[in-house]
């Protein structure tokens, strides 16, 4: 397999995720998904074991800070709780911020049985994550964590057409209307997280994003941010957390998507965020 294909496979199967977007389908199969990618179903259940243990990992080394553990263990999730985090890739990572929550309240609070129904699907703007609101509801979530507007500030054929997917006064009212929508039969704790910003040159350099002739405006990201900064709900700031532009160790090399360390510290603004709210 050449390197580029094996770039390719793991940026897939990181990110874009064929069995939530396509779950309607019957022929969602894990044979078939592996198929997809080329691989067989062993071959593809070890690539996503190796994500897992990373998130794991980012897990455990967080707990191993004795005050984060403890923040953890005084979250206000009760026992039975169903958390749902709703965004577009960079929840839908399989080591993602959500993921590495999951893994912690594994370990340090198994007998809660609290349940995280990661509903992050790579690529969607706030327009697309309007569209699943009655699955979120359907589902009774007790806490939401949205983190939405980062696609909406894409822009395809970025030398010849560079419109965002959506203007800020859309945002704005899908944004509202995902916390109406999903809170309007049942009592739900809501948490923002603001979309963070890019690094251009290496998203204009990255081998799919920048040959698929894909950008983000940071102004327009900015902007996002203060839309949710005015919510009344807990927020959590990831500009300010991951730096406005970001620090270049908190991005992968597309410059778009968080790193592990990236991803570890947007779960411990989130945990920190709600500590302070408790």
Known sequence: MS???????????????????????????????????????????????????RAEQAAEGLLADPDMAARLEELPFQPGAVLVALGDSITDDRQSWFEILRHMLKLRRPDDHIQLINAGISGETTSQMIARTQA??????????????????????RDVCPTTMASIGETERN????????CAERETHWVWLTPASVLKERVHSHFQLGAAQLTWSNTHLKAIGDIVRRQPEPVVDL???????????????????????????IVTAVINTIAAEA
């Not at 509202?176 to 929508?181: E, I, P, T």
């Open 239 to 265: 500009q300010e957390t991951l730096g406005m532009p970001p620090e270049p160790q908190y991005l992968l090399d597309d410059g778009v998507h968080p790193s592990l360390e990236g991803q570890k510290a």
């Open 3 to 53: 390197d580029q294909l094996e770039k390719q496979l793991e940026f897939g199967i990181q990110f874009i995720h064929p069995e939530k977007s396509l779950a309607a389908f019957p022929g969602a199969t894990p044979e078939n998904i592996s198929r997809l990618y080329g691989l067989t179903v062993e071959q593809y259940e070890q690539r996503v074991q190796r994500f897992s243990e």
């Open 175 to 182: 944004l509202v209307a995902l916390r109406q929508n999903i």
């Open 136 to 157: 979120v509801r359907d589902v009774k979530p007790d806490w939401v964590f949205c983190f939405a507007g980062t696609n909406d500030a894409r822009t395809h054929l």
